[in-house]
């Protein structure tokens, strides 16, 4: 008689990769890998049946442009070489942020204010470079208006995971730190979305739909699930949703005080977040969950 069931095929697993491993003992879901010690984790998680990964890069070095990014010999591009020949759907973030000195999205221009349009070829180039060592998906997560249409000029066969609805959230904290991607200045209030609107949220998916998204995302996740539920309700694409650092710290913080379960909790979390409509789910507790399904 149940409604909604979760499945491992559902959802995908952020892996966190540096110049060095870096052990995260409060959030083990967030630890950093090193293009060496990758394969072996890429390895176990395919034994434990994980079906799909994103990566996230921390750059040895960062400058203006954050050309890191879409360098050959970047991080994410070793890893994805490193990656190869595994059953693991190969996933990237393109944005700037982790690789930028200044931690914005996009290219400072006069007065502290992005860039947007100069920007875009940066993101283009960078998930090209990503498709190039090996990336079967790519996700753009920066919120610059029409990076979907120029990627996907520039990549017409390749599938596009558009965070389309990236609101500017309290909740992204714990990730910041993980990538050394906080802002030095200002917010990202000027390109990310204002969490008191949804109206908005469903004109940004209809762009990333006209532009040639092949699936739309709605990030943070739990406080948006009347989002996730407008976008479904509006649109057939696939749907994503990221269940994103602070929904987890939150859950393990509460687990480690004794306040709750946190095997239970995550577990109903996750089944509200495909319950609104969620077609997949990205998600710290996908390793975890191969064991507890």
Not at 39 to 52: H, I, Q, T
Not at 132 to 156: N, Q, T, Y
Not at 191 to 216: I, S
Not at 269 to 275: D, E, P
Request: charged share 30%.
């Amino acid at each position: 008689m149940r409604e909604t069931r979760l499945d491992l095929d559902d959802f995908v697993l952020p892996l966190f990769v540096g110049p060095e491993p870096l052990a995260n003992s409060e959030l083990a879901g967030m630890a950093r890998h090193s293009v060496e010690t990758l394969g072996a984790e890429a390895d176990e998680l395919v034994r434990l049946g994980v079906k799909a990964v994103i990566l996230f890069g921390i750059p040895d070095e960062k400058d203006e442009e954050g050309s890191g990014a879409w360098d050959d010999d970047g991080i994410v591009q070793r890893a994805l070489r490193e990656l190869q020949g595994r059953d693991l759907v190969l996933i990237t973030d393109v944005c700037l942020c982790e690789y930028t000195s200044h931690g914005h999205c996009g290219i400072v221009g006069d007065g502290e204010e992005i860039d947007n349009d100069a920007t875009l070829e940066l993101l283009s180039r960078t998930a090209r470079s990503h498709v190039e060592a090996g990336a079967h998906v790519v996700a753009p997560s920066d919120m610059m208006d029409g990076r979907v249409g120029a990627i996907r000029e520039d990549l017409p066969d390749t599938p596009i995971i558009a965070y389309s609805a990236k609101y500017a959230s309290a909740f992204y904290g714990p990730f910041r730190e993980a990538a050394e991607s906080a802002p030095a200045f200002g917010d990202r209030r000027g390109y990310q979305m204002d969490p008191a609107n949804v109206r908005e949220a469903l004109r940004e998916c209809e762009q990333d739909v006209a532009e040639g998204a092949d699936v739309l995302m709605i990030k943070p996740a739990l406080p948006y699930l009347d989002v996730i539920r407008a976008a479904r309700e509006r649109f057939d694409l696939p749907l994503a949703a990221y269940n994103v650092s602070g929904e987890y710290a939150m859950v393990k913080a509460a687990a480690a005080k004794g306040f709750l379960d946190e095997r239970q909790a995550a577990l109903e979390s996750l089944t509200a977040i495909k319950r609104a409509g969620a077609d997949f789910v990205v998600s710290y507790w996908t390793k975890e969950l191969a064991s507890w399904l």
